[in-house]
Structures are given as structure tokens and as C-alpha cells.
């Protein structure tokens, strides 16, 4: 059993870095959650404490609607990350 999960985990309430789901775009096909490998549903939880901003969501969703980006502690606007 690997506790890399658990110990990211513990700093997923603080982490600066986000996912953000636009919920209009999102047509819940359930490509996210199928490619997720730590079992998390994006479109119920895209911060989810299990995540591990692995990226294989964003990947995997075929209209775009999941993004990432960096969020200040205290605010929801969050400045979005470029694509690779």
C-alpha cells in the first residue's frame, strides 16, 4: 500500500493549485471519473482530499470543461494554467 495519497491528501485543503469544472460544459459522460485512479468524480468534487491533481481528468474530458489553474488562499477567482 502505497501512503503517497494519504500524505497528498493532507494538503489538498491548502494547496494553491485547483481544478475548476464548468459545469456548463460538461455534457456527464463520465470519461473523468472512468480515468481517475483514485476513484474521485470530478464532476461531484472536482478538489476532492483523494486527489492527486494526477491531470488524467482534464485529459480525459472530451469537451474541456475541467481546467486547472492556481487560486490564492481566500479567493475564487483562480488564473488559469497554460495547456502543455
Do not use: W
Not at 494538503?11 to 475548476?20: A, G, H, T
Not at 480515468?35 to 468534487?45: H, Q, R, S, Y
Not at 474530458?61 to 488559469?80: D, L, Q, R, V
Request: with cysteine.
Amino acid at each position: 500500500i502505497c501512503p503517497l495519497g494519504a500524505i497528498y491528501s493532507l494538503f489538498n485543503p491548502i494547496s494553491v493549485f485547483k481544478y475548476r469544472l464548468d459545469k456548463e460544459a460538461c455534457v456527464h459522460c463520465g470519461a473523468c471519473k472512468r480515468a481517475c485512479k483514485m476513484n474521485v468524480d470530478p464532476v461531484e468534487n472536482e478538489n476532492a482530499a483523494e486527489c492527486i491533481r494526477c491531470g488524467q481528468c482534464e485529459k480525459a474530458c472530451p469537451t474541456g470543461a475541467i481546467s486547472k489553474g492556481i487560486c490564492a488562499m481566500g479567493k475564487k477567482e483562480m488564473k488559469e494554467l497554460p495547456e502543455n
